[in-house]
């Protein structure tokens, strides 16, 4: 029996994840959690095979939670289950570690599919996905300057883009004002621009809001 954890902050979402994970013979739900935090205690106690991870709960910063799940629990994969599309956050997750990226309109019988291609072994990505990831092999040239970006800096943008002050992505990032004053200006600097609002509309046009 593979055991899959549920980590979403929505009750609703883990209810119907639940129901099709329950759906089949060879998976069960091994537990829940509803925060970056509370998902890395349980793991500590509750043995599994797969998670099923959305990025956006509260705390931990989705990229950062993938990071630790991939030093910690290496053996365990991860498939990003979540409502942001492929072209904002797809190839940053795999690079973070996780085994799979699917976002929450997919069909329930491709979420299936996906656990049991992770816990197998292997990558669940759409073609899509896989023709995207064949374009960060080549040069940086090809790609667009926020995929160049670090995911400190890839944060720090999307912040900006909402109208966030430094302070408010300070507290956010649990990082000093001073730190986050020196990412913005790095961002200014690698994107070629002069100021905050031309970021935040660079984000906007390119789809990288919440």
């Known amino acids: 029996m593979t055991r899959v954890f549920i980590a979403d902050d929505h009750p609703v979402v883990r209810q119907g994840l639940r129901q099709i994970v329950s759906s089949t013979n060879e998976l069960t739900v091994a537990g829940e959690a509803t925060s970056g935090q509370e998902l890395l205690e349980q793991l500590a106690a509750t043995p599994c095979d797969a998670i099923l991870l959305d990025l956006s709960m509260p705390g931990l910063d989705g990229m950062d939670l993938l ?7 290496p053996r365990t994969p991860v498939l ?9 956050f ?18 329930p019988a491709e979420l299936l599919g996906a656990i049991r291609k992770i816990v197998s072994g292997g990558k669940y990505i759409s073609t899509w996905l896989a023709e995207k990831l064949a374009t960060h092999l080549g040069p940086d040239a090809e790609r667009p300057a926020h995929e160049r970006l670090s995911d400190r800096e890839y944060q720090v943008l999307r912040l900006i883009a909402i109208g966030k002050s430094t302070r408010e992505i300070a507290a956010d990032m649990t990082l000093s004002v001073k730190t986050v004053a020196t990412y913005r200006s790095r961002l200014l600097e690698k994107m070629g621009m002069r100021t905050p609002a031309e970021l935040a509309a660079y984000a906007v046009r390119n789809g990288l809001t919440f």
Do not use: F, N
């Open 67 to 73: 990071k630790i799940l991939h030093r910690e629990w």
């Open 80 to 88: 990003v289950l979540t409502m942001h599309s492929e072209d904002q």
């Open 90 to 107: 797809a190839v940053r997750a795999l690079r973070a570690g996780a085994a799979g990226y699917l976002t929450k309109d997919s069909a």
